[in-house]
């Protein structure tokens, strides 16, 4: 298993495209994450997965963001009419069932880091 | 939003010398964990305190928790280049639900230099 992957790890779009990007969590976690983290800050939580299921969207999550996690394995997040405030590092991280999640942490991919021009 | 703080924003030392963050935070948490960030890279778990643990090893890290004041401290020992990172706490905090997530602090800048 070589971890969480993300797809792509930079996209530059224009002002007003849609943009899909993609996470690969580890095979046997049936948790994922989306978080957005902007220079100098610290992740924000944007949405949550248990296996297709998504389970609590942010408030930062506005209507031109979506997720979906079809049979529960891959992700992905779309952002539509993408404006300058959405340049960020888009993480994805998976993590194990809940019985076990005290024990360990979460598993994060690269990123993807978004520029909106 | 952010669940808490952490102090200081940004830490130079230099190799072999001790490096000490603190995180606090605002709610009641069931365990904090440590993550490391390299530039533009995803974060990396370094180690996981319960709630009812006070203090925690792994290697050259050492992690206390004061559920009382809300604090928690990361140590690093003998420190390398190599530890020049970003450093942020979180925390979780389960709902009556059962849903998980981690809220993180705003970082801990630190720069070892050789």
């Known amino acids: 298993d070589t971890g969480v992957s993300q797809d792509p790890r930079h996209k530059i779009t224009k002002r007003g495209q849609n943009v899909t990007f993609r996470c690969d969590p580890i095979?046997?976690?049936?948790?994922l994450y989306w978080y957005r983290q902007t220079l100098g800050q610290g992740p924000e939580f944007l949405t949550y997965f248990q296996n297709e299921a998504q389970l609590e969207k942010s408030r930062l999550l506005s209507d031109r963001f979506s997720a979906e996690r079809p049979k529960g394995s891959f992700s992905t997040l779309e952002i539509q009419r993408t404006e300058q405030g959405d340049s960020a590092m888009y993480l994805c991280?998976?993590?194990?069932?809940?019985?076990?999640?005290?024990?360990?942490?979460?598993?994060f991919g690269s990123g993807t880091r978004l520029t909106v021009v | 939003s952010q669940q808490g703080e952490e102090d200081p924003q940004a830490l130079s030392i230099q190799e072999g010398e001790n490096a000490t963050m603190n995180c606090s935070y605002k709610t009641s948490i069931n365990n904090l964990q440590w993550y490391r960030q390299n530039s533009g890279r995803g974060l990396v778990h370094l180690i996981l305190i319960r709630s009812n643990e006070r203090e925690k090893h792994s290697g050259r890290l050492r992690v206390t928790l004061d559920t009382s004041k809300k604090s928690s401290s990361l140590l690093i020992t003998a420190s390398r280049a190599a530890d020049t990172a970003s450093y942020f706490c979180a925390t979780d905090a389960e709902r009556n639900t059962g849903f998980q997530k981690l809220v993180f602090g705003t970082g801990t800048r630190l720069l070892v230099s050789p």
């Open positions: 095979s046997e976690h049936n948790r």
């Open positions: 991280a998976s993590s194990r069932i809940q019985r076990e999640s005290h024990l360990y942490g979460y598993t």
